[in-house]
């Protein structure tokens, strides 16, 4: 299992190279650049030459891309150009990081938290009604784009109704303590109660928005590997030595119904991070998404680069994590 | 009162855009405290149906049964599911046929034998834990301890088999069915498992109700047999009653088709022609008509009734072979 780890934590660094030298070419193929992104159009050609001197664009790729490497190593991302300019991207990716992590793990909670327990119990009186409307739910969970879903609830909730905030990460008039970025966790941390619960409400809207479509998949997943396991022997064995219904419930269904459900779960993540971009842009949260669009719009370089380098890495990490898990479900992979 | 008496008992798969299967069609026998009562016949018969419906274990939709099973006189069909529990792994047990996918792969063996004795005994996680390594060495799995933190899938098939009647042996049950419980396995693993089926019935006096195609496990276990032909029983006796002459062309046909010692090689196996797809519905005569070589005109008008032909034994046939005939009867060769 160890050896495993290692072997796929060496991965992460191949996947990390591979993925950088894409991303540096890419980025530099598209048409524009940071320098008419800063100056604009109308700019002179002296000025223009002195930035992409100064930005080191002047120079042949590989050496660009050999020069960001030994930066990189050392922690070093470049200045952003565009989203922060004079702002380490580092920094940008760092002050920006909490706020997509808590609205992502929100998210995935609730797809989780209400996901699994549908599926399970939808799987287990197939065709009911709870059957046939959490089907219902999750086809309407996956068709209606993620961006429109959150302006209706914008809407509905938090501008007609007003029963929750319709923008933002926290009331500014409360004016909390940051030690960490992440408000909800800052304000239990520090006991500001009040700020964390405020923060809490700012989130539910966008992860209920977010959370749809990881929903709606581990919702079919966990409903589809439920009826696959009931069916299945062990089940009857459990059944024939007069188990209660708990205990065949989470030791026997659930337990061998979880191993594709976490599997799932591992490759929502994708979902998660795009959904997110989208996500932020309605509630108007400064998250990573924002930052990456912003940076696309203005051709940061520099943010672009750490942003998603970063959030492969994540992904990469949390598919590792889902592997760890998976084994530690199922005796048969831990022999590896 | 017999200990398990079973009446009449039919069972219907009902499935839409499917014809209806009759998997089980008025079966009735007996099993006394301390017997071994066999059920016999070719892949397809009814066999496991019948165990599964008496264990109340059926899949509960377009599942038709009806019948009687009573244990102690108290009639199972009609239990409800929580009265149904509590006597399922104490009284009555079952050992599957397929030892592998039986078991749990994601749960140690010892989990799954010692939440029997949990439930049925009222034994707390630690005690059961140790009842449990003596079952696995009762039922002859050297280094219990270990065995008992180990998976189904770092087993082999014979210890799994072993797992299996372990655990339905847990709370001593009063009766235990075991269906097919060597089909998987080779054979001195087989004898072993026998060995172990029979050592359990002489020592506790529960009832076994033996379920296999193999008319060789039959003569070594049971006492009385139960020939079932397309979900009916065509054929029961004592053993002994039964080995020296069968009066069923079936039961024939399965005995000639036994591979015995005392036949000469290269004409050891005179299976009985044709196969199970080709009997026809019982209502249009008898089943086996089309594979019988003693059949009459009157076989496929008229349905044979079961019916007692002397104590003990009961025969479902038009013609049935004649007592003087007993051993020289070779229909097919
Ligand atoms: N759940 C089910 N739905 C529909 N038909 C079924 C179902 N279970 C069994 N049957 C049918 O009932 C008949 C009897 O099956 P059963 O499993 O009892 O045979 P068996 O005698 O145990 O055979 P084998 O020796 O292969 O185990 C078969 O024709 C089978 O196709
Ligand atoms: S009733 Fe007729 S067809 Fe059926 S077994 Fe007897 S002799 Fe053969
Ligand atoms: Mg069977």
């Known amino acids: ?336 | 009162m017999a200990l398990l008496q079973v009446r009449d008992l039919s069972v219907r798969f009902v499935r839409k855009q499917e014809p209806t299967v009759s998997a089980v069609d008025g079966v009735s026998f007996d099993v006394q405290a301390g017997r071994t009562v066999g059920l016999v016949g070719e892949s397809g018969c009814g066999k496991s149906v019948t165990s599964l419906a008496i264990m109340g274990l059926l899949p509960g939709r377009g599942t038709e049964v009806s019948g009687s099973v009573r244990l102690d006189g108290d009639e199972l069909l009609r239990l409800p599911r929580r009265e149904l529990d509590r006597r399922r792994g104490r009284d009555m047990s079952m050992v599957f046929q397929d030892p592998l996918t039986s078991l749990n792969p994601v749960v140690p063996i010892g989990v799954q034998i010692s939440e029997v004795m949990e439930r049925h005994r009222g034994m707390s996680r630690r005690v059961a834990r140790g009842e449990a390594a003596k079952l696995l060495e009762r039922v002859g799995i050297p280094d219990p301890g270990r065995r008992l933190k180990e998976y189904s899938h770092q087993l082999s098939g014979g210890m799994r088999q072993r797992a299996l009647i372990a655990m339905a042996l847990a709370c001593e049950p009063r009766v235990l069915v075991a269906d097919e419980p060597t089909t998987a396995l080779d054979v001195t693993i087989q004898a072993q498992i026998l060995n172990l089926l029979r050592e359990l019935v002489a020592e506790t006096g529960t009832a076994l109700i033996m379920i296999t195609h193999d008319l060789g496990v039959v003569a070594g276990t049971c006492d009385e047999v139960n020939v079932l032909y397309a979900g009916r029983i065509v054929e029961s006796a004592e053993r002994h009653e039964l080995f020296a002459g069968p009066r069923h062309p079936y039961t024939a046909g399965l005995m000639a088709s036994v591979p015995r010692l005392d036949t000469p090689r290269g004409n050891r196996l005179a299976p009985i022609s044709g196969s199970v797809e080709d009997n026809i519905p019982w209502e249009d005569g008898c089943a086996f008509s089309p594979r019988c070589s003693r059949a009459l005109p009157r076989c496929s008008e008229r349905t044979p009734e079961i019916e007692p032909i002397e104590a003990g034994r009961w025969l479902r046939c038009h013609n049935p072979i004649e007592e003087h005939a007993r051993n020289t009867e070779r229909p097919h060769d």
């Open chain 1, 1 to 336: 299992m160890l050896r495993y780890t290692v072997r796929r934590l060496g991965q992460l660094v191949i996947v990390a190279v591979v993925l950088s030298i894409l991303l540096f070419g890419w980025l530099r193929a598209l048409p524009g650049g940071p320098v008419s992104a800063l100056l604009g159009e109308r700019a002179t050609e002296e000025s223009r030459a002195q930035l992409v001197e100064q930005l080191g664009l002047n120079q042949p790729l590989h050496v660009q891309y050999w020069k960001f490497v030994q930066r990189a190593v050392t922690g070093d991302f470049g200045v952003s150009t565009g989203v922060q300019p004079g702002t380490p991207a580092m920094e940008v990716f760092l002050q920006r990081m909490p706020a997509t992590l808590e609205l992502s793990v929100l998210a995935l909670l609730l797809a989780v938290v209400v996901g699994v327990p549908l599926g399970y119990f939808a799987g287990r009186r197939q065709g009911g009604w709870l059957d046939n409307l959490s089907i219902t739910w999750s086809l309407i969970g996956v068709a209606v784009p993620v961006f429109f879903l959150a302006f209706l609830l914008k809407y509905v909730f938090a501008i007609e109704l007003g029963a929750l905030p319709a923008s933002g990460r926290q009331e500014v008039s409360i004016d909390a303590t940051h030690a960490t970025g992440f408000y909800v966790l800052d304000g239990m941390l520090t006991g500001e109660w009040d700020a964390a619960w405020n923060a809490f409400l700012h989130l539910l809207l966008p992860a209920a928005a977010l959370s749809t479509i990881p929903f709606a998949v581990i919702f079919r997943i966990t409903r589809a590997s439920v009826l696959d396991v009931l069916e299945e022997d062990f089940v009857r064995t459990a059944r024939s030595k007069g188990l209660g219904a708990r205990v065949i419930r989470g030791r026997h269904v659930l337990r061998n119904a979880m191993l594709p459900v976490v599997t799932t779960i591992g490759l929502q993540t994708g979902a998660l991070l795009s959904g997110a971009v989208l996500t932020e842009q309605v509630f108007n949260i400064t998250g990573i998404g924002q930052a990456l669009s912003l940076g696309f719009q203005r051709q940061d370089y520099a943010v672009l680069q750490v942003v998603i380098l970063a959030t492969a890495m994540v992904y990469v990490l949390v598919n590792l994590v889902v592997d760890l898990t998976y084994a530690a479900i199922d005796p048969r992979l831990r022999e590896r």
